[in-house]
């Protein structure tokens, strides 16, 4: 079968299941755009090329399938750059198709060249520069195949104007995957019996669930496992939804902003169970102190991951399902009982934030919205967060039952990214309740992406937690700077008024007791909602670890504070 490379392009595509492609034309992939028109593929007109490569990892992160974005070269293709290392650092499987200029122009300078495979290097799990319609469905087929497959990552295939334009026979068995020849690290049956060892020898262990909980799909084990052997599980923030928040053995989430009780535990416990999670500096503090007295057993897909930064004892390097499956019959019944009333007492002492029936100040705390926000929801809406203190007070307050319901940057920490990916989330699982919970600084990066949710009539919810500042960066200057706001304080639009510029419904919040009635207001309205929930301006996430600083080193919430602590669950 005979067709041009434009075609083989989406041939290829909807071959391997692809439905829906975020993207913006432009000169360079022209011949691709054209050739779309003739295939079952839904387009989704981003405003912004970042935002194409957000939705395409909204998708994949709501769907567990992979996303596609596409652009055009120079511009186009470098504005997909910080979605590609958003992915790359949250092991999200998306593939990203980029126009490049015609074969004979590169190196000359031409318009809107750029080497976007060079660019994309440090920050993609493989990338491709395709110059003939021979290669594309090789490239195409071996990109998804990367992208979903091992510890999951973003992949580009840089395509020539020219290869598109050209025709070729189309060899759909010849373009299957080639077998990548890599060491085969299988587990050894010594460090199953050596984790065994640990485990069953532990007063005080640990579970440290993370994002390979569900990449892997090992939710049920995990629960399983954590049962019969009568261990906490603590978790870091991309593992939210990773293990039930309502189950007894979960602690909650860990590191610079995670619970207070869940940093103690693992400053005082024998060993920790790190399950596909990295050790990242925001979950372990000072490496020095970090977890002194503990044997440390690391269970991770990715081998790169084993001794990065944490030493271990035992490293079993494989995918972390199969991994605790071989393990679970052999682990025996614990008792930690004592270990875990000890855990429990701290918590007395802690942030088990009673927030529900405080009296009204006259005041709305960004901590009252996102519990109101759970309880309005009976916390079963897909929530996608961008990067700051809303980010934290969501982790904090609202309880993720099911897992690939807290979608939210990590790694990198990308401000703008919750609109485009609630997008993407949305698209991906049209069924679901679909809030965006966002801050007024990181909402302002891809507002624009309104449009695309007007022109797509999408049914998205968004909380704008508005401070009036970049409110994460103004909480460092508050400790560490002298309260020395330099260029922190917002100047924002009237967001309500912005929403009805599009076309869509907004509203605004001032008031606690009219947190509830905006919520349910917007549940039951067809169509987007965008409310302006204008919080106090100068409050703080507790507790908070320095950057650097000993893991139990946290500075706690003040007495005087308005958000009342106590060991009631709220």
């Given at each position: 079968m005979k067709l041009t490379g434009a075609q083989i392009l989406w041939e290829c595509l909807v071959r391997e299941g692809v439905s829906t492609v975020f993207g913006y034309p432009g000169g360079a992939i022209l011949p691709a755009y054209d050739a779309m028109l003739d295939y079952p593929i839904r387009h989704?007109?981003?405003?912004?090329?970042?935002?194409?490569?957000?939705?395409?990892?909204?998708?994949?992160?709501?769907?567990?399938?992979?996303?596609?974005?596409?652009?055009?070269?120079?511009?186009?293709?470098?504005?997909?750059?910080?979605?590609?290392?958003?992915?790359?650092?949250?092991?999200?499987?998306?593939?990203?198709?980029?126009?490049?200029?015609?074969?004979?122009?590169?190196?000359?300078?031409?318009?809107?060249?750029?080497?976007?495979?060079?660019?994309?290097?440090?920050?993609?799990?493989?990338?491709?520069?395709?110059?003939?319609?021979?290669?594309?469905?090789?490239?195409?087929?071996?990109?998804?195949?990367?992208?979903?497959?091992?510890?999951?990552?973003?992949?580009?295939?840089?395509?020539?104007?020219?290869?598109?334009?050209?025709?070729?026979?189309?060899d759909w068995d010849g373009a299957v995957p080639r077998p990548h020849k890599r060491p085969e690290r299988r587990p050894h049956p010594d460090d199953y019996a050596r984790a065994l060892a640990l485990i069953d020898q532990a007063k005080r262990p640990l579970i440290l669930g993370g994002h390979g909980i569900m990449l892997s799909g090992a939710m049920k084990v995990v629960r399983e496992f954590a049962e019969r052997a009568h261990i906490p599980v603590a978790m870091t923030l991309l593992g939210i939804g990773g293990f039930p928040a309502s189950h007894p053995l979960n602690l909650g989430m860990m590191g610079m902003h995670g619970e207070a009780w869940v940093n103690t535990a693992i400053q005082e416990a024998d060993l920790l169970l790190a399950f596909g999670m990295r050790f990242d500096d925001r979950v372990t503090g000072n490496l020095k102190t970090y977890a002194p007295n503990a044997k440390k057993v690391h269970i991770e897909i990715d081998p790169a991951e084993i001794n990065k930064n944490v030493r271990v004892d035992v490293a079993?390097?494989?995918?972390?399902?199969?991994?605790?499956?071989?393990?679970?019959?052999?682990?025996?019944?614990?008792?930690?009982?004592?270990?875990?009333?000890?855990?429990?007492?701290?918590?007395?002492?802690?942030?088990?934030?009673?927030?529900?029936?405080?009296?009204?100040?006259?005041?709305?705390?960004?901590?009252?919205?996102?519990?109101?926000?759970?309880?309005?929801?009976?916390?079963?809406a897909l929530v996608v967060t961008d990067v700051g203190q809303h980010q934290m007070w969501e982790a904090q307050y609202y309880k993720h039952e099911h897992p690939r319901s807290l979608i939210t940057s990590g790694g990198l920490g990308t401000m703008g990214f919750a609109l485009p990916a609630a997008i993407g989330a949305k698209i991906?699982?049209?069924?679901?309740?679909?809030?965006?919970?966002?801050?007024?600084?990181?909402?302002?990066?891809?507002?624009?992406?309104?449009?695309?949710?007007?022109?797509e009539r999408l049914d998205i919810n968004i909380a704008i937690i508005n401070n009036g500042y970049l409110g994460m960066v103004r909480q460092w200057q508050e400790f560490f700077y002298e309260r020395r706001y330099a260029a922190t304080p917002l100047l924002n639009p009237d967001f309500a008024k912005l929403a009805a510029a599009y076309g869509l419904t907004g509203a605004t919040v001032m008031k606690r007791p009219?947190?509830?009635?905006?919520?349910?207001?917007?549940?039951?309205?067809?169509?987007?909602?965008?409310?302006?929930?204008?919080?106090?301006?100068?409050?703080?996430?507790?507790?908070?670890?320095?950057?650097?600083?000993?893991?139990?080193?946290?500075?706690?919430?003040?007495?005087?504070?308005?958000?009342?602590?106590?060991?009631?669950?709220?």
């Amino acid at each position: 079968m005979k067709l041009t490379g434009a075609q083989i392009l989406w041939e290829c595509l909807v071959r391997e299941g692809v439905s829906t492609v975020f993207g913006y034309p432009g000169g360079a992939i022209l011949p691709a755009y054209d050739a779309m028109l003739d295939y079952p593929i839904r387009h989704v007109l981003v405003r912004h090329e970042q935002g194409a490569t957000h939705m395409a990892d909204g998708y994949a992160r709501a769907s567990g399938k992979v996303g596609v974005a596409v652009a055009t070269s120079g511009p186009g293709a470098t504005n997909m750059v910080t979605g590609i290392a958003t992915a790359m650092m949250d092991s999200s499987p998306i593939v990203c198709i980029t126009g490049q200029v015609g074969s004979h122009l590169i190196g000359y300078d031409a318009f809107q060249e750029t080497d976007i495979t060079g660019v994309t290097l440090p920050i993609t799990k493989h990338n491709y520069l395709v110059t003939r319609p021979e290669d594309i469905a090789p490239a195409i087929r071996e990109a998804v195949y990367i992208a979903a497959h091992g510890r999951p990552g973003p992949v580009l295939i840089d395509i020539t104007k020219d290869a598109q334009q050209r025709s070729c026979e189309l060899d759909w068995d010849g373009a299957v995957p080639r077998p990548h020849k890599r060491p085969e690290r299988r587990p050894h049956p010594d460090d199953y019996a050596r984790a065994l060892a640990l485990i069953d020898q532990a007063k005080r262990p640990l579970i440290l669930g993370g994002h390979g909980i569900m990449l892997s799909g090992a939710m049920k084990v995990v629960r399983e496992f954590a049962e019969r052997a009568h261990i906490p599980v603590a978790m870091t923030l991309l593992g939210i939804g990773g293990f039930p928040a309502s189950h007894p053995l979960n602690l909650g989430m860990m590191g610079m902003h995670g619970e207070a009780w869940v940093n103690t535990a693992i400053q005082e416990a024998d060993l920790l169970l790190a399950f596909g999670m990295r050790f990242d500096d925001r979950v372990t503090g000072n490496l020095k102190t970090y977890a002194p007295n503990a044997k440390k057993v690391h269970i991770e897909i990715d081998p790169a991951e084993i001794n990065k930064n944490v030493r271990v004892d035992v490293a079993i390097v494989g995918d972390l399902r199969n991994v605790l499956e071989e393990l679970l019959p052999h682990v025996a019944e614990g008792d930690r009982s004592e270990w875990l009333d000890w855990i429990a007492s701290l918590k007395g002492d802690s942030a088990v934030r009673d927030i529900q029936n405080m009296p009204d100040s006259g005041h709305l705390y960004a901590a009252h919205v996102v519990h109101d926000l759970w309880h309005a929801t009976d916390g079963s809406a897909l929530v996608v967060t961008d990067v700051g203190q809303h980010q934290m007070w969501e982790a904090q307050y609202y309880k993720h039952e099911h897992p690939r319901s807290l979608i939210t940057s990590g790694g990198l920490g990308t401000m703008g990214f919750a609109l485009p990916a609630a997008i993407g989330a949305k698209i991906a699982r049209p069924d679901a309740e679909v809030w965006a919970v966002v801050g007024d600084g990181g909402f302002q990066m891809t507002m624009a992406e309104l449009g695309t949710i007007a022109q797509e009539r999408l049914d998205i919810n968004i909380a704008i937690i508005n401070n009036g500042y970049l409110g994460m960066v103004r909480q460092w200057q508050e400790f560490f700077y002298e309260r020395r706001y330099a260029a922190t304080p917002l100047l924002n639009p009237d967001f309500a008024k912005l929403a009805a510029a599009y076309g869509l419904t907004g509203a605004t919040v001032m008031k606690r007791p009219d947190v509830i009635p905006a919520v349910q207001a917007a549940r039951a309205h067809r169509g987007t909602v965008v409310i302006d929930f204008q919080v106090e301006q100068e409050d703080s996430v507790f507790p908070m670890v320095p950057a650097g600083a000993d893991l139990h080193a946290m500075i706690r919430r003040p007495s005087a504070s308005p958000i009342v602590e106590t060991s009631a669950d709220p």
